[in-house]
């Protein structure tokens, strides 16, 4: 099917790939199909892209390449809701925002995107974790002196 993408113009994707997300996303709960699209050159940020709109289209990162200590406990109703059987069928992403310049852009670590890729469902989790924000830095000090260095 084509898809008109925010970030890659129109598309050519497999609806097998889609994923179903039954309660839409807090702020757009009837965004229900959403698509996980690699970024070029970039095996850490993909796009998480609605599947009938070009908005919403959110870029993500896998948080626990970025945070260490980062966990959460489901509940057993997104246990169930996302039909999750085995802990290497979950796959969690958190929601970035972009900022300039790009190493002060930040994560919501609060709540994370999680899918069961077996399954192709999704949901946001809201865990009300206090240990961390909805706009967590994603790079530390040391790491952006690595990146200015290379």
């Known amino acids: 099917m084509k898809l008109q993408t925010k ?3 129109e598309i050519d994707v497999n609806e097998k790939e889609i994923i ?3 309660q839409g996303i807090p702020g757009f709960v009837n965004e229900k199909e959403f698509l996980l699209l690699p970024l070029e050159d970039n095996s850490v940020f993909q796009v998480l892209q609605s599947a009938s709109n070009v908005d919403p289209a959110f870029i993500v990162v896998n948080p626990f390449h970025f945070v260490t200590g980062y966990e959460f406990d489901l509940d057993q109703g997104t246990l169930e ?3 999750i059987e085995s802990e290497k069928d979950v796959n969690v992403l958190s929601i970035v925002s972009l900022k300039d310049p790009f190493t002060t852009s ?3 670590l609060q709540a ?3 899918i ?6 999704g949901k946001q989790y809201i865990t009300n974790l206090k240990d961390f924000t909805t706009k967590e830095t994603l790079f530390t000090k040391q790491l952006t002196s690595q990146v200015k260095e290379d």
């Open 7 to 9: 970030y890659f113009g």
């Open 116 to 121: 069961n890729q077996a399954k192709r469902i």
């Open 20 to 22: 179903s997300f039954p």
């Open 106 to 108: 930040t994560a919501n």
């Open 112 to 114: 994370p995107v999680v």
């Open 81 to 83: 809701l996302l039909e």
